[in-house]
């Protein structure tokens, strides 16, 4: 894409992250590359797992037997080719749900090249309005509200669809990952600098905000727990699992769980 055609993010956040996302597809971001066929028949006979942080599985318990009784799963902002086409070859009815296109692209692509169905749908993760009140039995939301400004919503709109009953598992970017300086993070310094909430719209520098511009980088949000876990129980989830995952790309991890995902349940 040329440099001219990228969106504004102060004017209008939602198209840069977007455009920004369909980039770092075709740049091949780890996120966006889709699990293999064998992972798929492998998922099929019985054996998956994924995840919704960067290295630990989701405990297999967290989940309900999608062989037991039918199972309506919102993959949300979860699009890439990995959650979606495991969750649909082990048995559960999968609808998927992110802003990119090029993202929903890899599932499909999944979907046609191992015979499944995924339905799709485009969309910011805040405003759920195309799905109905208790539309589904289980949302899984990897890693991804660190696109949003504010997470609130997305936990208000995930309660809403989510049946009484059924259950979200989120995973989410811990706020200490955010206190220190990005920049100084990828070289492997823990620089304390940022405060939290920590946003790419007004926490960093205009110079080092036109080189995340420039190199297409999806923007991130920092939030606090309070919005993390306390905005989940608002919204009228009960939490009632948790764990925390090491972040093996960057030095925080090694000092503390930089990344963490709830099991929560709507009561
Ligand atoms: C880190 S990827 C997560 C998906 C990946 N399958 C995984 O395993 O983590 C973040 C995803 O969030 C999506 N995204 C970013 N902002 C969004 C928004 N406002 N609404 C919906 N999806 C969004 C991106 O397009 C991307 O697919």
Redesign the pocket.
């Known amino acids: 894409m040329k440099k001219s055609s990228i969106p504004d993010p102060e004017a209008d956040l939602?198209a840069y992250?977007?455009a920004a996302?369909?980039a770092?597809v075709h740049a091949d971001?780890q996120?966006?590359v889709a699990v293999s066929a064998a992972e798929v028949q492998r998922a099929r006979e019985g054996d998956w797992s994924?995840?919704?942080t960067?290295h630990r599985s989701v405990p297999k318990e967290w989940f309900p037997d999608f062989s037991a009784s039918p199972c309506r799963v919102l993959?949300?902002?979860?699009?890439?080719?990995?959650?979606?086409p495991i969750l649909a070859a082990a048995g559960a009815s999968v609808t998927v749900?992110?802003?990119?296109e090029e993202?929903l692209k890899q599932d499909q692509l999944v979907a046609k090249r191992d015979g499944l169905t995924i339905e799709s749908v485009q969309?910011?993760?805040?405003d759920l309005s195309c799905f109905k009140d208790e539309s589904f039995d289980l949302i899984v939301h990897?890693?991804?509200n660190?696109?949003?400004p504010n997470v609130l919503p997305v936990w208000q709109e995930a309660a809403r669809v989510l049946r009484r009953g059924g259950q979200l598992l989120a995973?989410f970017t811990k706020p200490v990952f955010y206190v220190f300086d990005q920049n100084r993070i990828e070289k492997g310094e823990l620089i304390v600098k940022h405060s939290i909430p920590y946003s790419e719209l007004t926490s960093i520098s205009s110079s080092d905000k036109a080189k995340y511009i420039a190199e297409q980088e999806?923007l991130c949000f920092g939030h606090s727990l309070s919005d993390q876990i306390g905005g989940q129980l608002e919204a009228g989830l009960r939490v009632i699992g948790y764990y925390e995952d090491h972040w093996k790309a960057y030095p925080v991890g090694k000092y503390i769980g930089d990344m963490a995902a709830t099991r929560s349940i709507k009561s």
């Open positions: 939602l992250n977007r996302w369909n770092q971001n996120w966006t994924i995840v919704l960067p993959c949300l902002a979860g699009s890439g080719g990995q959650q979606a749900f992110d802003l990119s993202q969309g910011d993760m805040s990897p890693c991804s660190s696109f949003v995973g999806p």
